[in-house]
């Protein structure tokens, strides 16, 4: 039988954490919202897999993490242009 290190078990409860506030925001702001502001509690492989195992259609869920990441990625892309031009990093 192996013994849990303190290690596992902070990242167990930070993971538990973050499907906590993940299972609110789905309540609160339904799959797209979630999705969306999903990678504020864990990356976006979980919150897929956490949606879809909370009963939530397959197709549904890979609609608006697709939409997500396309949103975040041009969020980030944004925000790295303009620190490249704020320094005159050209």
């Known amino acids: 039988?192996?013994?849990?290190?303190?290690?596992?078990?902070e990242g167990d409860s930070r993971r538990?954490?973050?499907?906590?506030?993940?299972q609110q925001w789905l309540v609160r702001f339904?799959?797209?919202g979630a999705s969306i502001i999903a990678p504020f509690a864990l990356p976006t492989q979980l919150t897929?897999?956490?949606?879809v195992a909370s009963g939530v259609k397959k197709g549904w869920v890979i609609l608006?993490?697709?939409?997500a990441i396309v949103l975040w990625t041009g969020l980030v892309a944004a925000?790295?242009?303009?620190v490249v031009n704020l320094f005159g990093w050209q």
Do not use: Y
């Open 79 to 82: 925000a790295a242009l303009g």
């Open 48 to 51: 897929a897999a956490f949606f």
């Open 64 to 67: 608006w993490q697709a939409v």
């Open 16 to 22: 538990a954490k973050g499907r906590r506030r993940l």
């Open 30 to 32: 339904g799959v797209p």
């Open 1 to 9: 039988m192996e013994r849990s290190t303190a290690a596992d078990t």
